[in-house]
């Protein structure tokens, strides 16, 4: 059973940075593909950045120039950092995985919330 795991949220000052954290657990194969999506309070879920296992990364318009996908050394880890945050970043972010053979999962989601 793959277990999809987000770390790292939490309240921080407008300007401030956040790193979160994602961990899969459970496949016998690696990741192909790793994502974090956010949704805010009222609005869709929306995509911010994803990152394939052979190093591609793609960003959301929310996320270009102030957040960084990467891979983390261990298997099935990635990492979100987030700089020059604004409150309308507000929103439980959410780590996807989807893996080779046994499908898509999601998991429980981190709140982050930016004061202004």
């Known amino acids: 059973q793959v277990q999809v795991a987000e770390s790292g949220g939490g309240l921080v000052q407008a300007g401030g940075s956040l790193r979160l954290s994602c961990a899969a657990s459970?496949?016998?194969?690696?990741?192909?593909?790793m994502a974090w999506y956010r949704q805010a309070q009222g609005k869709q879920r929306e995509l911010v950045a994803t990152?394939?296992?052979?190093?591609?990364?793609n960003y959301g318009d929310s996320a270009k120039g102030r957040f960084t996908i990467s891979g983390g050394n261990a298997k099935d880890m990635v990492y979100l950092q987030m700089n020059s945050l604004t409150p309308e970043d507000t929103a439980v972010y959410y780590c996807?995985?989807?893996?080779?053979?046994?499908?898509?999962?999601w998991g429980q989601g981190t709140q982050v919330t930016v004061s202004s």
């Open positions: 996807n995985a989807l893996f080779p053979l046994s499908g898509e999962y």
């Open positions: 459970g496949s016998i194969l690696g990741f192909a593909r």
């Open positions: 990152i394939t296992n052979r190093g591609t990364i």
